[in-house]
């Protein structure tokens, strides 16, 4: 009975748990995209280095904050420097959308040159975080590290095996809870929400019914911007911030909002969680927990590991491609490009 | 009349810069303005001719560079002792199993096909893992701080080129079986993915191409610098221009390169513009430009998508492997899809799509500006904070992230191209203006 709880408690502190932050993370991400895709109909190949754009604004008015002397208590004092990288992130996207998107709007270009043009804008940007802030790492993190220590967890439930939560990984899954119920009531309930879902829908039908095209997009980008913000900041939170690893964070999240069907919110944080843990699954090294489940003569001799780590990217790749092949509208059906 | 100048320029900034900072340097850009030029052409196949939005450049530049030091290297017999047989039998194993899945779904009844595959499926990886687990373990145990890997043929590397092609376009053929049928914006997405996936192979499989740990010293096809300055008649030739030896080696090994390379792109391009202009390049014209029209003429688009997307590819894929033998190793680490998929993307564009000189004038534009734009930032940065104090934390951060502004101005160009001249700096030709 022990080994069974052990070999619980061992899978949910090594998948189950970063599993569900990850997988917030790229809901949030994935969100972003599959909204701009909705309203403005294209792939934003910029949605990575906007992400790591909002995070960047974060991360430079936390350390003003830091300097100053503020602390949010036991949290990262990120959360309250949030707001401000959001209207950062808002701005860039609103100068993008002013001087590139809009021209090609008014065309009613292909959608092809807006994701080329999408490309112009993740070069610019993808510099413009590097110029600001550098192509290092940078930590940010601080207030209290855990909500539980693995020690403090085998002490009071006497099982050998311990079960860590970070505060980061907490703060995550909570942020992204209350954000998506935020974003579905503004949907579904707002006069503003009910305009964009019908102008995604049927454009022409939206425009004869009087809903204005501008504010339209304009909305998609704030909140496209916002969410981008949010999650750049909790993956920097919760693993550290990194220009070059958000532009290689596309992948996964276009993968998510793909397999959820593209410009379905829904799909795109049921796709989010789908990649993140089949990342973590198929790279978890299985040993440990099969030795508490079988006899100990069956034990295995390997890593019983299906894939190395190192093809984290390529898993969510697979998926999305297999997810293409045999269903293109995603699991829940979204369009097909 | 616009493409002589807006050549002549390009040659005339090449020359400048020989004067100004040093032959060494030109030469070195020329060369890999040369590289960027064929890979250009290769998008250009591509995007140009059929709208294909392929950015997998990576990939396929990659398996051109493993394919160069494949053929190049020598063998290493210990390695093909310890476990060559055990990696030859996997892949007779992975090729049973994908037969077999193969078999099964084809005949057997709807409701077992899913079940079979993925029996199948399991049954074959663990297979294959028994097999290759062992095998790999053995041959990267053979010297690992030297070899660890199979090594290659030992041939000679410009071979290499021609099977880069290959190999790319073979991987193209299969990923483009795959890929095709997808519109636009998935198909970018999952050639952008593919190529990631191809990086992440080449690696972590150390006995293939030694992955991370690179493969370097590979074998050339022009004489070496050292060797140069030791021969009598290298030392003679080098007085005659009043040199001394070791710089002229230096110009002399970087000019054999540029003659090899011109000779590529020049074949590429005269093969290409030939095949533009011949029916074939106006059935890929009119697939582009209207798919639904030319399939009503009998024409099978997807037939037709995937020879160019081959075709294309296998010309990155000659690239690839180009780059490796010029770089003279291989390091998986450095593959970027910055800079080599978004990159070439933004020659093509700014050169002028659909036309071939306009791709070459764009690989040689955008890798010139690449290449000078770090000096130049350094400058600019420098003039921009001239009134900052010597050592303030600001000036010093700014003129350390001034390289960084050459990703911002890449972006920038492209953006000003794509809106102001859409069509390129030497734009298609379109009807009775070809020849």
Known sequence: MTDILNALVLLSNFVLVPGLAYGSQLALGALGVTLVYAVLRFSNFAHGDLMAFGAMCTILVTWGLQSLGVSFGPLPTALLALPLGIIGAVLLSLVFDRFVYRFYRQQKAAPVVFVIASVGVMFMINGLVRLIIGPDDQRFTDGERFIIRAREFREWTGLSEGLAIRTTQGITVLVAIVVVIALFWFLNRSRMGKAMRAYSDNE?????????????????????????????????????????????????????????????????????????????????????????????????????????????????????????????????????? | ??????????????????????????????????????????????????????????????????????????????????????????????????????????????????????????????????????????????????????????????????????????????????????????????????????????????????????????????????????????????????????????????????????????????????????????????????????????????????QVFVLGSAVVGIAGAMLVTYDGQFTPGSYNPLRFTFLVWVMVIVGGSGNNAGAVLGGFLIWFLWIEAEPAGAILMRSLTFWMEDGSPLRSHLLGAAPHLRLFLMGLILLLVLRFAPRGLIPERQGSQRS
């Open chain 2, 1 to 306: 009349m616009r493409q002589t100048l807006l050549f002549a320029a390009m040659g005339l900034a090449l020359i400048l810069v020989g004067l100004f900072q040093s032959w060494n340097v030109a030469l070195s850009i020329l060369n890999l303005s040369l590289i960027s030029a064929v890979m250009a052409l290769g998008v250009n196949i591509q995007w140009g001719y059929a709208g294909l939005f392929n950015v997998g450049m990576m990939g396929f530049a990659a398996l051109g560079g493993v394919a160069a030091v494949l053929v190049s290297v020598s063998p290493v017999p210990e390695a093909w002792a310890a476990g060559g047989s055990g990696v030859l039998l996997s892949a007779v194993l992975l090729a049973a199993t994908v037969g077999a899945i193969w078999f099964a779904r084809r005949n057997l009844a709807r409701g077992w096909r899913g079940l079979a595959t993925g029996l199948l499926v399991i049954a074959g990886y663990a297979a294959i893992r028994t097999v290759y687990d062992p095998a790999v373990d053995a041959i990267e145990a053979v010297d690992p701080a030297r070899s660890g890997y199979l090594g290659g043929l030992g041939l000679p590397i410009v071979l290499g080129w021609a099977v880069g092609g290959v190999l790319a376009g073979a991987a193209a053929w299969v990923i483009g079986k795959v890929t095709l049928g997808l519109r636009a914006d998935y198909l970018a997405i999952a050639t952008l993915g593919i190529s990631e996936i191809v990086l992440a192979v080449l690696k972590n499989e150390d006995w293939l191409a030694r992955g991370v740990k690179n493969v370097s010293g590979l074998p050339r096809p022009v004489p070496r610098e050292i060797a140069l300055q030791e021969a009598d008649w290298f030392i003679d030739f080098a007085a005659r221009f009043g040199a001394t030896a070791q710089e002229a080696s230096g110009v002399f090994v970087k000019s054999c390169y540029a003659a090899l390379f011109a000779l590529v792109l020049a074949v590429i391009f005269w093969l290409s513009n030939r095949a533009l202009n011949a029916p074939w390049g106006r059935m890929m014209r009119a697939i582009r430009d209207n798919r639904d029209a030319a399939e009503a003429m009998g024409k099978d688009v997807t037939r037709r998508h995937l």
């Open chain 1, 204 to 337: 022409d039908l939206a425009l004869l019914s009087g809903i204005n095209p501008d504010r339209v997009v304009l909305y998609a980008w704030i909140i496209a911007a916002a969410l981008a913000t949010i999650a750049g900041t909790l993956y920097g939170l919760d693993k550290s911030f990194k220009p070059f690893t958000y532009f290689q964070l596309l992948l996964p999240i276009f993968a998510s909002a793909i397999v959820g069907g593209i410009g379905n919110p829904v799909g795109a944080i049921a796709g989010g969680f789908v990649i993140a843990f089949s990342e973590v699954t198929v790279t978890y090294a299985y040993k440990k927990f099969l030795t508490y489940l079988v006899p100990e003569s069956w034990a295995p001799e390997g890593l019983v590991q299906l894939l190395s780590t190192d093809y984290k990217f390529a898993v969510s790749f697979v998926i999305l491609v297999l997810v293409l092949l045999i269903r293109p509208t995603g699991i829940f059906r979204g369009r097909v490009i």
